[in-house]
């Protein structure tokens, strides 16, 4: 009785009175996870009572209602996107080759940062990224499609690239700076486009997520939007597709059950 008792104000004290000040689910589980682990640490320091340090541990985290709800873009935002880098500078090739690998391949950040010249092969007369280290170590092969292919191919022979990271920082005086490309150049350059041409503020994810949800509705078969994104689970890939419903020829309108046309036998 005294540990129900012990127990009921534990969660009182630290889950009721998280959820007063309005906090979001994902920032309660993260702190209760953190009280969870100092009780632990406090019990097996022998600084709280295991049945104590129990009932903490026994503390349910707040329940996740709804699903994030990401940005993607239209086929046409896409291309007016594609269109903002400023082509005749050495930054601006390199902004539209970031943009295009984003939005057409659906890397990560992490991926397109560490993309290497050499990565980029031949494979069934096609070009990809082959073998690239994912997320989790997963490795993937990953089509490049043509016009992507030519934004690269651009990018490299300006700057004469040839070999090593594809991608490099630009100093202030349109120079190649360093061997490196860090995301938060990505970010730079993800934030900065859309202002140009009326589109809503984008993160880099977003062009990832855009490009899954291009892919399906070119026909492409979820199967390979899994393999293309590399996600384990196809139900990662399913919310990357972010299906939207739709009015206009809607889903209900032909089931069978209408009405036949008047004047037909």
């Known amino acids: 009785m005294v540990l129900f008792g012990a127990q009921a104000r534990i969660q009182q004290d630290c889950g009721i009175s998280l959820e007063q000040r309005h906090y979001a689910s994902t920032t309660i589980n993260l702190r209760l996870a953190a009280v969870r682990r100092l009780a632990y640490e406090a019990a097996d320091c022998g600084l709280l009572s295991a049945d104590l340090a129990a009932g903490i541990r026994r503390v349910k985290g707040a329940k996740r209602l709804g699903v994030p709800i990401g940005n993607w873009l239209s086929a046409e935002q896409g291309k007016r996107l594609l269109l903002t880098p400023d082509v005749t500078s050495l930054r601006g090739k390199r902004d539209y080759a970031t943009l295009a690998i984003l939005l057409g391949c659906g890397l990560r950040r992490a991926e397109l940062t560490a993309l290497r ?10 070009w990809v990224v082959a073998d690239l280290v994912g997320k989790g170590g997963h490795i993937r092969t990953i089509p490049i499609p043509d016009w992507v292919k030519a934004g690269i191919d651009v990018w490299m022979t300006a700057a004469g690239i040839r070999s090593g990271t594809l991608l490099r920082s630009i100093n202030k005086a349109g120079r ?37 949800r291009l892919c399906h509705q070119a026909g492409g078969e979820l199967e390979q939007i899994q ?6 689970s196809v139900q990662t890939t399913e919310r990357y597709l972010g299906c939207k419903q739709r009015f206009r020829n809607a889903v209900n309108d032909r089931i069978g059950l209408e009405p036949d046309p008047q004047g037909s036998p």
């Open 227 to 232: 393999f293309l994104l590399g996600h384990v």
């Open 117 to 126: 010249v050499e990565d980029i092969q031949q494979r069934e007369e096609h």
């Open 176 to 212: 190649i700076w360093g061997n490196g490309f860090s995301p938060k150049v990505i970010w730079g350059v993800v934030k900065e486009k859309p202002k140009a041409c009326d589109i809503q503020s984008l993160a880099p994810h977003d062009l990832r997520r855009t490009c899954a």
